[in-house]
């Protein structure tokens, strides 16, 4: 079976509570990315709506199991597998910051988010409850798992993935960063080192996939990138610009990483001692 996968990070900006345009955008995006042979196709955090919504939060709030919206996209995805953001309401009418694993014309999987920062100027706790379980998906009998922006600073869901038998962690993000002197964005040195530390101690491939733009004041950098099961960033997407960034990755790779580095079965679960 070929172990080599093509993929696509779309770095996007997103209209602030204008659903029905982002959809629009998406599908354009999807038909370029379709046009580079993409067969992964992964998307920025709550790129169907914007990420500072707040009292918009309930606005656009989508069904994930009912959505036309998630169907459209799907559909019109034909033979990729596509990852978009958006926020779901349960039908109890909990919202979930959430990511929409689509192929085959239809939702495969939900991903909600687990760790929901609420201080400084993140809001998200205040709107959203927070997710309880991960979930992988697979593409081509490959199994992969979804990482939404905070859940990376938190090792142990990625740790989780990977001991599952996830090759591959997604990862979208709405990032505010900060403009500055520097070639690289104020704080997005941090992301990287977030990036290549969880490929090193989780033996995996990681795809970071950021937007960009402004919205209510905040700054986001974009700086999508690829990073190797050895923690090595091998594509970066431009800074401040929309961006479709493709490269091909062979999953194989993790294989030989982890022959070499077996952190994960070396790994002890008997430890005793504070929790």
Same mark, same amino acid.
């Given at each position: ?76 995805? /034909? ?98 960063? /900060? ?16 990036? /290549? ?62 022959? /070499? ?15």
């Amino acid at each position: 079976m070929d172990s080599t996968l093509t993929v696509g990070l779309a770095q996007i900006d997103a209209r602030l509570g204008e659903l029905q345009a982002n959809l629009t955008r998406h599908l354009e995006w999807i038909e370029r990315a379709q046009e580079r042979g993409v067969q992964l196709l992964v998307f920025p955090e709550l790129s169907l709506t914007g990420y500072r919504l707040l009292h918009l939060t309930p606005q656009v709030a989508i069904d994930s199991s009912a959505s036309p919206e998630l169907v459209r996209l799907a559909k019109a995805a /034909r033979g990729m597998t596509v990852i978009v953001g958006f926020v779901e309401a349960m039908p109890s009418g909990v919202l979930h910051n959430s990511a929409a694993v689509l192929a085959d014309g239809a939702v495969q999987v939900v991903q909600r988010k687990i760790h929901l920062p609420t201080y400084g100027i993140f809001q998200e706790g205040r709107f959203f409850a927070p997710g309880n379980r991960l979930e992988r998906f697979r593409y081509d009998g490959e199994r992969a798992g979804i990482l939404i922006c905070e859940d990376l600073w938190h090792p142990i869901p990625a740790r989780r993935l990977a001991r599952a038998g996830a090759r591959l962690l997604v990862v979208l993000s709405a990032a505010p960063g /900060r403009i500055g002197p520097h070639e690289i964005p104020e704080s997005h040195d941090t992301w990287e080192a977030l990036t /290549r530390a969880t490929a090193i101690m989780d033996t995996s491939w990681v795809l970071y996939c950021n937007r960009v733009g402004f919205e209510e004041g905040s700054f986001y950098a974009g700086g999508s990138h690829v990073v190797t099961p050895d923690g090595q960033i091998t594509e970066r997407a431009p800074f401040l610009d929309e961006h479709l960034l493709v490269a091909t990755i062979d999953l194989s790779e993790v294989d030989r990483v982890r022959r /070499r580095l077996p952190l994960l079965t070396a790994e002890r679960q008997d430890i005793e001692g504070p929790e």
